[in-house]
């Protein structure tokens, strides 16, 4: 029953820069692990970065150096800073969240990167 909450997403070309954020709608509890995902056209959904409660973090090796994941002032808020972008950085991204056995998604939110 958690709501996860996307924005930022959108249009840019290569080598700009977009920030996602996604915020659930619960306070009530922190999860474990939130992170992002995203899936191309014609490919598997991929992790792109999580990070724990505890601020640990990590990333896919495809963006590495250029997205950076952090946590919000607000509990249970994520970000995904995103610089650099490339064409192959087209997908849906979805943010995702943890807590015991149960994973919550948001619906996605689309990010087009033009060369």
């Known amino acids: 029953q958690v709501q996860l909450r996307e924005s930022g997403g959108g249009s840019v070309q290569a080598g700009g820069s977009l920030r996602l954020s996604c915020a659930a709608s619960?306070?009530?509890?922190?999860?474990?692990?939130m992170g992002w995902y995203r899936q191309a056209p014609g490919k598997q959904r991929e992790l792109v970065a999580t990070i724990t409660s505890g601020g640990v973090t990590n990333y896919a090796d495809s963006v590495k150096g250029r997205f950076t994941i952090s946590r919000g002032n607000a509990k249970n808020t994520v970000y995904l800073q995103m610089n650099s972008l490339k064409s192959e950085d087209t997908a849906v991204y979805y943010c995702n969240a943890a807590i015991y056995s149960n994973n919550y998604w948001g619906q996605g939110t689309q990010v087009t990167v033009s060369s």
């Open positions: 619960t306070y009530t509890f922190t999860f474990h692990v």
